[in-house]
């Protein structure tokens, strides 16, 4: 058995099966978690999400926790407009991979889906979350604070608020290269978002699988057909 962790999928369907399926090699003996941003950015949301959803109907172990991105596409479904939600050749690229013409069509299961999500998941060893924590806040109060869980950029990790456990996440598109680095020294706090969807940046561009057992990391290069997206936003 083996615990695999990865995140920032963004809709990289063709990607995500090829490090699940042909790099770690992920069976029923073991457990997988995604933390969030399935949807948005990429070539194929719905793919992601049907590819996950059918390998929990199978009876996988695949636990997955909510992001910035799939709020804000349950934001838009759910019409809440003064919210954002993407950018224009964004949202086209994430409707047409649903068929859908708004946000609000696109079909109730894949909602509820989301809807469902949990915002972070505790196991013995690590804390797994979308974006990290406030680590001012009192440990009660930082691990209710589902905005900031979805959306913080920079903190200070603070082992104790977490009893002792360490911290894997993403959000934050993050060099391979630094993003080994830290697993190498065992960092408290890893970010595993190596903006796999930014196809044209070669400092990205790939999916990061960490195995939580024994720390080692496996990057699968962005192998989409070509979709609109130019370069990481600054």
């Known amino acids: 058995m083996a615990r695999f962790v990865t995140t920032d999928v963004h809709g990289c369907l063709r990607t995500l099966r090829r490090a699940l399926e042909e790099v770690v090699l992920f069976s029923p ?13 990429g070539p194929d949301s719905k793919g992601v999400l049907d590819y996950l959803m059918q390998l ?28 954002t939600w993407a950018s224009p050749a964004d949202r086209e690229l994430t409707l047409r991979s649903f068929d859908a013409a708004t946000a609000a069509d696109i079909p ?20 797994l979350v ?19 869980m979805m959306n913080i950029k920079q903190f ?33 706090a890893l970010n595993l978002d190596t903006g796999c ?24 290069p962005n192998c989409e057909e070509p979709y609109p997206i130019a370069k990481r936003p600054s």
Not at 108 to 127: M, N, S
Not at 131 to 146: I, K, N, S, T
Not at 201 to 216: K, Q
């Open 29 to 41: 003996r073991d457990e997988l978690y995604v933390l969030g941003d399935f949807v948005n950015k």
């Open 130 to 148: 979308h974006a990290g924590f406030d680590f001012r806040q009192p440990p009660e109060q930082m691990r209710q604070d589902h905005q900031t």
């Open 197 to 220: 969807v930014y196809r044209h940046n070669p400092e990205l561009a790939h999916l990061s699988v960490l195995n939580l057992d024994t720390l080692t990391l496996h990057t699968v």
């Open 156 to 188: 200070t990790f603070d082992a104790s608020r977490l009893q002792g456990k360490r911290l894997v996440h993403g959000h934050v598109p993050t060099p391979v290269a630094e993003v080994k680095r830290r697993i190498a020294v065992k960092a408290g």
């Open 108 to 127: 109730a299961a894949y909602l509820h889906w989301l809807d469902a999500l949990p915002y972070e998941i505790d196991l013995p060893d690590f804390v």
């Open 56 to 83: 929990q109907a199978r009876g996988l172990a695949v636990y997955c926790v909510r992001g910035n991105h799939d709020q804000e596409l349950l934001d838009a479904a759910h019409g809440h407009i003064g919210k």
